[in-house]
């Protein structure tokens, strides 16, 4: 009940989600009905008038009435219930086809999300947002296209992506998702953001939000990548973690490896990995750990898009495990300390902007 009790108030209440209500029993429905309307927002009047049609019971939907009504008195806008029979979700909306691309993090630890979405027949309203690790939605812009134009954006958008860096189709509602998710971090186009994750929500996929991800279908038949060989595969490469003060602790480290008295290899190691992993515990670099953990669960996912099953199976192991988590996070801190030779660093503002490819 408290995963479904999140998803509503998430806004990803959907009729999959209603189908898992129904299932609760008649004590636990009453109880979660309670529930959703005491959150007190739109996603609990909307998810209330989207349960409303397909409850068995008379006592139940007046009970779920009831809710509505105190909501609307709360000055929450709601949405009548359709009557028992009636479509919770118009044709039209679940037929609308949407695509949607996701990338890798760039150097600059900014990633681009592209949501095209069918406004009317072959028209789109295709939406470009640009994400950071930590600190979130960083720009979103939508722009409308014709079937043919948005065909040629993304063809071009995909062919100016240089490897590492990647760009597979991933499920529109997730995208959605990931820009809401983003906005919330940063404070910018949260209407927009919401009105555009909302409207995606319509729309078919197996991930809508981020549990989703350990649920997909297809990988049991491969035994899990190690973590050497997930973290070594090039779509983690151009990424490189950044905190407050990271040039004052890259000399604290020169001090700590380069003492007065020569000391023997093991010795420098040591002291290199108890430095790191109390640097990590500190406020500036802790803050960025469940940024980084969000961060593994999208790698997850685009490695099953890529059709790497071994490499997505193997990095839900390591998810499931918090000193692993740690530990990966240990390599990148690590990683920061090392600089890149130039040739080997990828090129800077590797993210494109899709109005940039348009014709003039």
């Not at 118009?90 to 406004?119: G, H, Q």
Request: glycine content about 6%; hydrophobic content about 45%; some cysteine.
């Amino acid at each position: 009940m408290d995963e479904i009790l999140k998803s509503v108030a998430e806004g990803a209440g959907t009729e999959q989600t209603v189908a898992e209500v129904l299932a609760l029993p008649a004590a636990e429905l009453e109880s979660l009905i309670h529930a959703v309307g005491g959150l007190k927002d739109e996603h609990a009047a909307r998810f209330l008038s989207l349960l409303y049609p397909s409850l068995p019971d008379k006592m139940l939907r007046k009970l779920v009435k009831k809710e509505l009504f105190r909501l609307k008195t709360q000055g929450v806008p709601v949405e009548e219930p359709r009557m028992p029979g009636e479509p919770a979700l118009k044709k039209m909306e679940t037929d609308r086809e949407a695509r949607a691309f996701l990338t890798n993090y760039d150097p600059e630890m900014t990633r681009a999300v592209l949501a095209a979405f069918e406004i009317k027949k072959n028209q789109f309203l295709l939406s470009h947002a640009i994400l950071h690790f930590s600190d979130g939605l960083v720009d979103l812009k939508s722009l409308p296209v014709g079937r043919d134009e948005l065909e040629d954006l993304l063809k071009d958008y995909v062919a100016r992506t240089p490897p590492p860096m990647v760009i597979p189709a991933v499920s529109a509602a997730y995208a959605g998702y990931l820009i809401e998710e983003a906005s919330g971090l940063s404070g910018r186009e949260a209407e927009d953001a919401a009105s555009l994750h909302r409207m995606l929500l319509a729309t078919k996929g197996d991930v809508r939000k981020p549990a989703d991800i350990y649920l997909l279908p297809g990988a049991d038949a491969v035994s899990g990548a190690s973590a050497d060989t997930i973290f070594d595969e090039g779509i983690f490469g151009p990424f490189s973690l950044r905190w407050p003060g990271m040039e004052e602790d890259r000399k604290k480290l020169d001090d700590v490896l380069n003492p007065a008295i020569v000391l023997p290899p093991y010795v420098m190691e040591e002291r290199r990995q108890a430095f790191l992993s109390e640097l990590a515990g500190k406020e500036a670099l802790a803050a960025r750990l469940p940024h980084f953990r969000r961060m593994l669960e999208d790698y997850a996912y685009l490695f099953y898009c890529l059709g790497k099953f071994d490499l997505y199976k193997g990095l839900l192991v390591q998810l499931a495990e918090a000193a692993a988590v740690k530990e990966a996070f240990l390599r990148f801190v690590r990683k920061a300390f090392v600089k890149p030779e130039s040739a080997e660093r990828p090129p800077e503002g590797v993210i494109i902007d899709p109005k940039s490819l348009m014709r003039k």
